[in-house]
């Protein structure tokens, strides 16, 4: 069913009311009547009818007046109207076409013409009504995609533009004639001989063409548009018009702009160009987004803007703004900085965010300002990016949106040049003390031995070196030992000139590097600087007490000339400072060198001799020295070395322990008699506690009380079968530690033994404050017993004599070591000694042999 047809009307004569709605209700339309011209007015108002049917003469309102009326009403100017004239009056006809009518029909009506001339109206109008909604649908399409249409004819002078054609070009004036002359004038000089050779190209051939150009407009900045036009031919194949469309393509430009330039400030990032130079590349991008105005970006720091960068704001104006406090009264930079949020000032003379700094912005004339913060990934503000212009100007979300980009791309470019630096400092510097690393020395050193070379001058390489450092990293902590590391490095500094070199190498080792001296002596005042500036003590989480250093100097150009022999040289004279007993300083001797040579050696093959396994234990026993019964088999280390057959201990002892390789020898050797008491024991074969020597470097710098612990869970031994030797350096080192230790051992089920005792100056005053459960008497006083006459009471006799007793006062066991002789063991019975050690009784043996021996006195 099609939709109803409205037709209004309007006639003061019922008859001839009565005559149009019948005829035309036969036809199918639906008839509203109005019999004077304010009834049709608000009929058409309320019921907007499809066509008017309009009488002429009518009281108080004629057909003319009605006619305007509808037309001014919303809507009216489409509704077709039809005006009943006279048969002989054409004024009327003239007057029905000024008020707006569409058409007219003279009285008397006909019934068939009256059908056929309302269809005829009707099916007209539909057309072009439709017509008219294309039209204003193409031009709304044109608009939302900025684009406009044109055509020209191949001789005529101006061209037919579309409204949004006008828009584009900024035409203003929609009464003024658009020539090719106007648009030339509008279209950047640098685009106009490309478009003017292939319109000549259009004119011969026909060939339509695409370019892009630019508009110029000095009040808003220059736009980017695309042209196409093709040629409409006659029927003999000339070009009869040219038309084409215009669309403004200024967003997607700025867009790829935005997009290249972004890109070129990422290759200068990648490339690590200069940060000042890619921030002024930053602000240049900006500027070909907003060319109207003035970018700049400001670094902060300090609560304050550290730079201005800008390539177009007057220096003066950059360098005033410079140190300003980050609020919100100076500036838009410095207030986006503080409140961490964009902030725009859209008339600087009167805004709260110039108020302390109005003179600057006033003095350069600069009536505008936005900015937005520099953020880090983080969080950090590490700056501001701004436009400020020389007009009012009112930031749009455009302008924001755009200038959040930039200052995340300026963020990670800060970013990057932060950790560019930072990696470059971390490469040439120690990361613990910030001291120039052994790199940087290296390098500085090849420099200042060249320069040495050229002009011949006394320069000297220090190798420091921290006393006992691994002990107390081992003992307080690894924590504890960076900042001990941190503040001798703070207290080295005090002591180095201007022009020297100090840099951490390693560890606890330093190397101060002193050139241009005029004396050796001032080599020897700078090394007595270092150790005094140790006196006082270092106060450090849970260490809290002195330390110590040992130095080793050589000397340019007497020692070497290259850093390698230089470090050598000083290496080997701290090493002999160090066995000196440390806390000294000592010149490089070529002397010196094979000392220490043949020490390394002994070291380099210790190490391989724990991963090849050429120690072993022997064992002697210790027996009752009236009934000779076994009390205990004493383990005694033995190296197998590979060429030189087996090494006495007292050559390669004292290597391990300076070197600390004691510990783990010593570890092996504390697990290895567990194992073997063990393996007897499977054997049957009768228990005996094995005694097992520990060095004070494995007493003192590790956890030696767990270390047995874990052996014996390990080994499956019974603690009562396990006696432990120490000396009395390990009680002399650390009293405190030394008695709380044996404390816990002896808690264990572990025998505990103060082994060469008597060797020591001072072993009797601290001997009853040790948990000892027996003494080991030095050797060297078994030795000097005068076994010829014993009455002569020697003084070693008399030492003897003394220890037996206080070993009787204190009620612990006592032992002698090195019993040689019949006669030894004889006085020793007579002066009270009970247990007896020695090769009277037996070498070391085996373990096999050992073994044997046990297995004899079941």
């Not at 058409?44 to 066509?51: I, V």
């Not at 390693?506 to 006196?535: C, M, T």
């Amino acid at each position: 069913m099609g939709k109803k047809i409205f037709i209004l009307v309007v006639d003061d004569d019922p008859g001839a009311r009565l005559l149009m709605k019948k005829t035309l209700e036969q036809t199918g339309f639906t008839v509203i009547e109005a019999e004077n011209g304010r009834k049709a007015v608000a009929a058409f108002e309320t019921l907007r009818p499809d066509l008017v049917l309009l009488d002429v003469n009518m009281p108080e309102m004629n057909g003319f007046e009605v006619c305007r009326r509808l037309r001014e009403n919303s809507g009216g100017a489409a509704v077709p109207v039809m005006i009943i004239t006279s048969a002989d009056a054409s004024e009327d006809i003239r007057r029905a076409y000024d008020a707006g009518a569409t058409d007219f029909m003279s009285k008397p009506i006909s019934s068939l013409i009256l059908k056929e001339r309302v269809s005829f109206m009707l099916r007209a109008c539909a057309t072009s009504r439709q017509l008219y909604q294309s039209k204003e649908l193409l031009a709304k399409a044109q608009a939302v995609a900025c684009m406009g249409s044109f055509f020209y004819e191949p001789n005529g002078s101006s061209i037919h533009v579309s409204d949004t054609f006008r828009t584009i070009f900024r035409l203003a004036d929609a009464s003024e004639a658009v020539t090719w002359h106007l648009l030339w004038r509008k279209i950047h000089s640098d685009d106009r001989a490309a478009l003017a050779h292939k319109l000549q190209k259009l004119q011969i051939s026909g060939d339509r063409f695409q370019q892009d150009v630019r508009l110029v407009d000095p009040d808003q900045g220059d736009r980017f548009a695309t042209l196409q036009i093709e040629a409409e031919t006659d029927n003999k194949g000339k070009a009869a018009r040219f038309i084409g469309i215009v669309q403004d393509i200024t967003e997607r430009k700025l867009s790829e702009l935005l997009e290249r330039d972004k890109n070129q400030v990422m290759q200068a990032i990648v490339k690590k160009e200069s940060l000042t130079k890619i921030f002024l590349a930053i602000t240049k991008l900006l500027e070909r987004q907003r060319p109207y105005s003035r970018a700049a970006i400001c670094q902060v720091g300090e609560g304050r803007i550290q730079t201005m960068l800008s390539t177009s704001l007057p220096a003066q104006f950059c360098k005033s703004m410079t140190g300003r406090a980050l609020s919100t009264g100076n500036g838009t930079c410095a207030a986006a900085a503080h409140l961490e949020k964009p902030v725009a000032s859209e008339n600087t003379a009167s805004s709260t965010f110039w108020k302390r700094s109005r003179d600057a912005v006033s003095a350069h004339g600069i009536l505008s300002s936005v900015s937005v913060p520099i953020i880090s990934g983080g969080g950090q503000v590490l700056g501001t990016v701004a436009l400020m212009h020389h007009h009012i100007y009112k930031a749009a979300p455009a302008d924001f949106d755009l200038m959040k980009n930039v200052a995340n791309l300026a963020a990670l470019a800060a970013e990057q040049h932060h950790l560019s630096e930072q990696l470059n400092y971390q490469a040439r510097h120690d990361y613990l003390t910030g001291l120039a690393n052994r790199a940087t020395l290296a390098h500085w050193l090849s420099q200042t031995l060249k320069q040495s070379a050229r002009n011949p001058s006394l320069g000297a390489y220090l190798l420091i070196d921290i006393d006992r450092f691994k002990h107390i990293n081992d003992s307080h902590g690894h924590y504890a030992g960076d900042r001990l590391l941190q503040e001798v490095s703070k207290r080295l500094q005090q002591c180095v000139r201007e022009g020297d070199v100090l840099s951490r190498v390693g560890g606890d080792e330093f190397v101060l590097v002193l050139s241009r001296l005029k004396h050796k002596q001032d080599a020897v005042r700078a090394a007595a600087r270092i150790l005094e500036s140790f006196h006082s003590p270092f106060m450090i989480e849970s260490f809290k007490g002195n330390i110590e250093a040992s130095i080793g100097i050589s000397l340019f150009p007497q020692d070497g000339m290259e850093g390698d022999v230089l470090h050598k040289n000083a290496d080997v004279a701290m090493y002999i400072a160090k066995n000196q007993g440390g806390n000294r300083f000592q010149f490089f001797d070529s002397k010196m060198h094979e000392g220490v040579v043949h020490r390394l050696q002994i070291e380099n093959e210790l190490r391989k001799a724990l991963e090849r396994n050429e120690f072993e234990l022997h064992y002697q026993p210790q027996l009752d020295l009236t009934s000779k019964k076994l009390m205990v088999m004493e383990a005694l280390i033995r190296w197998n070395h590979p060429e030189h057959g087996q090494v006495a201990p007292a050559q390669f002892i004292p290597v391990a322990e300076e070197s600390r390789l004691i510990i783990p020898i010593g570890r092996w050797a504390l697990r290895e008699a567990c194992r073997q008491n063990v393996e007897w024991q499977k054997k049957g074969l009768p228990p005996v506690r094995v005694a097992v020597n520990v060095s004070a470097v494995q007493f003192t710098e590790t956890n030696f009380v767990e270390s047995i612990r874990e052996t014996l869970e390990e080994t499956g031994l019974d603690p009562k079968w396990l006696e432990v030797e120490i000396t009395e350096t390990v009680v002399m080192k650390d009293l405190k530690k030394a008695r709380r230790d044996l404390q816990r051992i002896k808690k264990m089920g572990v025998t505990t033994t103060l082994d060469d005792f008597g060797s020591g100056h001072s072993s009797i005053t601290y001997l009853d404050q040790m948990p000892l459960d027996g003494i080991k008497i030095d050797k060297h006083f078994i030795g000097s017993i005068n076994i010829v006459n014993a009455l002569e009471k020697c003084k070693s006799h008399n030492f003897v004599k003394a220890f037996a007793n206080l070993a009787q006062d204190l009620q612990i066991n006592l032992v002698a070591e090195g019993i040689e002789t019949e006669h030894q063991r004889e006085i020793l019975k007579t002066l009270g000694y009970r247990i007896g050690q020695g090769f009277l009784f037996s070498a070391p043996l085996p373990a096999a042999d050992a073994g044997n021996f046990l297995d004899s006195i079941v």
